[in-house]
């Protein structure tokens, strides 16, 4: 399941990716922002993200305000992040979850988070990393598909893919590694037609060097 990586190697990946991008901030590390953009980020776009978040905040923007909102009103503001009557649900369920059990505090442990309803190890770890700026290795679709491609790992799962970069990635280097290979496989290692001529990694990269 480990690739053939040094931890110097591996080191070297992520300051390259340092170089490449700038590590975003969402809201500003609210905690609570966080998680439901996470949430209503699961399978759909970022720009579609992005607007359904600023859509449902800027109508209601605190947690009270979403747990009190009709549920047809949330769908309609999240409607372009797909899933939208099952998310709009969700939504308020959590933030009601979190005013009655947790006196309006978000969790700060994955495995807290994971007892809310929708809350599956990558949105966990998105809280962790992006509302508390706390060590955790969110794997989402470009970070298993990236951490394969170049060798790091040989999972078949995003759940074995993050084990094993826990145990490879120095933990100083767990912050930023989601968010630089997302950047990464949005504009280079794409899915469909990754730009090989753009890519700093094709003289280590298993799929690169396997496709010759």
Not at 7 to 28: A, G, K, P, W
């Given at each position: 399941?480990?690739?053939?990586?040094?931890?110097?190697?591996?080191?070297?990946?992520v300051d390259?990716?340092?170089?490449?991008?700038?590590?975003?901030?969402?809201?500003?590390?609210?905690?609570?922002?966080?998680?439901?953009?996470?949430?209503?980020?699961?399978?759909?776009?970022?720009?579609?993200?992005?607007?359904?978040?600023?859509?449902?905040?800027?109508?209601?923007?605190?947690?009270?305000?979403?747990?009190?909102?009709p549920v047809?009103?949330?769908?309609?503001?999240?409607?372009?992040?797909?899933?939208?009557?099952?998310?709009?649900?969700?939504?308020?369920?959590?933030?009601?979850?979190?005013?009655?059990?947790?006196?309006?505090?978000?969790?700060?442990?994955?495995?807290?988070?994971?007892?809310?309803?929708?809350?599956?190890?990558?949105?966990?770890?998105?809280?962790?990393?992006?509302?508390?700026?706390?060590?955790?290795?969110?794997?989402?679709?470009?970070?298993?598909?990236?951490?394969?491609?170049?060798?790091?790992?040989?999972?078949?799962?995003?759940?074995?893919?993050?084990?094993?970069?826990?145990?490879?990635?120095?933990?100083?280097?767990?912050i930023p590694?989601?968010?630089?290979?997302?950047?990464?496989?949005?504009?280079?290692?794409?899915?469909?037609?990754?730009?090989?001529?753009?890519?700093?990694?094709?003289?280590?990269?298993?799929?690169?060097?396997?496709?010759?």
């Amino acid at each position: 399941m480990i690739g053939d990586f040094s931890e110097d190697q591996i080191i070297d990946i992520v300051d390259t990716l340092e170089s490449m991008y700038n590590r975003r901030t969402f809201y500003d590390m609210d905690p609570y922002r966080v998680l439901i953009r996470t949430i209503l980020s699961q399978r759909t776009r970022d720009e579609n993200t992005d607007q359904a978040s600023d859509k449902l905040f800027s109508v209601y923007p605190t947690m009270v305000d979403v747990a009190n909102a009709p549920v047809d009103k949330i769908a309609e503001l999240v409607h372009c992040a797909g899933f939208y009557n099952v998310k709009a649900k969700r939504i308020k369920e959590v933030s009601k979850i979190l005013i009655d059990e947790y006196d309006g505090v978000v969790p700060d442990t994955v495995n807290e988070l994971m007892k809310l309803p929708g809350v599956g190890r990558k949105t966990a770890n998105c809280v962790m990393v992006f509302g508390f700026d706390k060590e955790a290795i969110p794997v989402d679709v470009h970070v298993h598909r990236i951490s394969n491609r170049l060798g790091l790992v040989h999972t078949q799962t995003p759940e074995e893919t993050e084990e094993v970069l826990c145990e490879i990635v120095p933990m100083d280097y767990w912050i930023p590694i989601n968010d630089l290979m997302v950047q990464f496989g949005q504009t280079i290692c794409r899915p469909i037609s990754p730009k090989h001529d753009m890519c700093p990694f094709v003289g280590v990269c298993e799929f690169y060097n396997s496709s010759d």
